[in-house]
Every structure is written in C-alpha cells, then in structure tokens.
C-alpha cells in the first residue's frame, strides 16, 4: 500500500486536496495516485502554517516565504504543489539552491536524501540564519536538522528537534506539535 497505509489516508487526503491538486479524488483512491513528495510538500505547506520566524526575517507582512530545496528529485513536485501557495499574506515561493550562501535568504530549507553527503553543510547554514531545515535522511536531526521525514509502518512520519528550532529563534507552535503527536504523526525529540 506504500506510505498511506492504515488510517492516515483521509488526513493526509485532506491535505492534499487543501493544495487544491488532486480534484475529487478520494482518500480511498490516494495510495494508488499520490507520490512520495507530494505528500512531504503536503506535510510540509501544513506544518509551516504553524511555524513562527523572528521579525527581522521577513521585510513585510506580505513579503514571500521562501522554501529553498536541495535535490532536484524533490524540487519539480515541490514547485508544482507549493509556487504561489498563500499561507496568511504570503505566497510561497520554491527555489533550488546552488550554493550553501543562498541558504540565508530562505524561511525553510528541504534538503534530499540525494544530497546525504552534504546535509550537514546546508544545515549549518541555516542554523544561523533562522531556517527550517527540513530532511529524509536517517540521520538528518542527529546532524542538527529539526524536522526529518521518515517511514514507519509503511507511513509518513514526522520527527521534530524543537530544541534546535527554538535555538535558530523558530517556534512551532505547542497546540500544533500536540496534534501531531497525539495522532502519532510526529514525534519530539530533543538533543
């Protein structure tokens, strides 16, 4: 069944038919339709609803919000799901990052299991500068990212380093780290 296994599908449907790309689909017919990253810029365009960036982070109320990606196998589905996406006043905008110096300007960074090697690097990065960082790897939060995607069960999961967040001047909201948690979406770890 893949990773919508069991009773998430009508959750993780609603997620995506809240970015408005899968029609009239329903949840029963996700497993066949809805792929890997689709679900992460779901999972993702949703959990950044509930994130809060120091003021000096953005210029204006409207200024956009800007998801750097790493890994050109997540960037395309990425930019299809989530350009343009509002979230309050600001529109998403989806960017491949060529150098760890683009790093700065971006709210959240995904970076893919393709670029493993170099993860630690562009976490670094972003720790400065008040970034998300968002992975798949195994080993994504040991290397100081905050949230990393996993598989568990043959479902997507959520695994978060608040404390990391919390140090890069990030708060994700308590009542929304609850949820997650309570409907064994995510996890909390802290370092």
Same mark, same amino acid.
């Given at each position: 069944?893949?990773?919508?296994?069991?009773?998430?599908?009508?959750?993780?449907?609603?997620?995506?038919?809240?970015?408005?790309? $899968?029609?009239? $689909?329903? !949840?029963?017919?996700?497993?066949?339709?809805?792929?890997?990253?689709?679900?992460?810029?779901?999972?993702?365009?949703?959990?950044?609803?509930?994130?809060?960036?120091?003021?000096?982070?953005?210029?204006?109320? +409207?200024?956009?919000?800007?998801?750097?990606?790493?890994?050109?196998?997540?960037?395309? #589905?990425?930019?299809?799901?989530?350009? *343009?996406?509002?979230?309050?006043?600001?529109?998403?905008?989806?960017?491949?990052? %060529?150098?760890?110096?683009?790093?700065?300007?971006?709210?959240?960074?995904?970076?893919? #299991?393709?670029?493993?090697?170099?993860?630690?690097?562009?976490?670094?990065?972003?720790?400065?500068?008040?970034?998300?960082?968002?992975?798949? +790897?195994?080993?994504?939060?040991?290397?100081?990212?905050?949230?990393?995607?996993?598989?568990?069960? %043959?479902? $997507? #999961?959520?695994?978060? *380093? %608040?404390?990391? !967040?919390?140090?890069?001047?990030?708060?994700?909201?308590?009542? !929304?780290?609850? +949820?997650?948690?309570?409907?064994?979406?995510?996890?909390?770890?802290?370092?």
């Amino acid at each position: 069944m893949g990773i919508l296994a069991g009773g998430r599908a009508g959750w993780l449907g609603l997620m995506l038919l809240s970015l408005g790309q $899968l029609g009239e $689909l329903r !949840a029963a017919q996700l497993p066949q339709v809805a792929q890997e990253y689709d679900l992460k810029a779901a999972f993702l365009f949703n959990l950044v609803k509930f994130v809060r960036w120091p003021a000096p982070k953005f210029e204006a109320d +409207t200024s956009p919000l800007l998801i750097g990606v790493r890994g050109d196998d997540a960037l395309d #589905r990425f930019e299809r799901l989530l350009h *343009n996406k509002l979230i309050d006043k600001r529109k998403i905008v989806v960017q491949h990052l %060529e150098r760890i110096e683009e790093v700065k300007a971006c709210h959240v960074l995904f970076v893919s #299991r393709a670029e493993s090697e170099r993860a630690a690097e562009w976490i670094e990065a972003g720790k400065s500068a008040a970034v998300l960082t968002v992975g798949e +790897t195994q080993q994504f939060l040991d290397q100081g990212g905050m949230i990393q995607f996993s598989t568990e069960s %043959e479902q $997507l #999961r959520l695994e978060i *380093n %608040e404390q990391c !967040a919390r140090q890069a001047g990030l708060n994700i909201m308590a009542n !929304a780290l609850s +949820t997650l948690v309570n409907k064994g979406i995510a996890k909390v770890r802290n370092f």
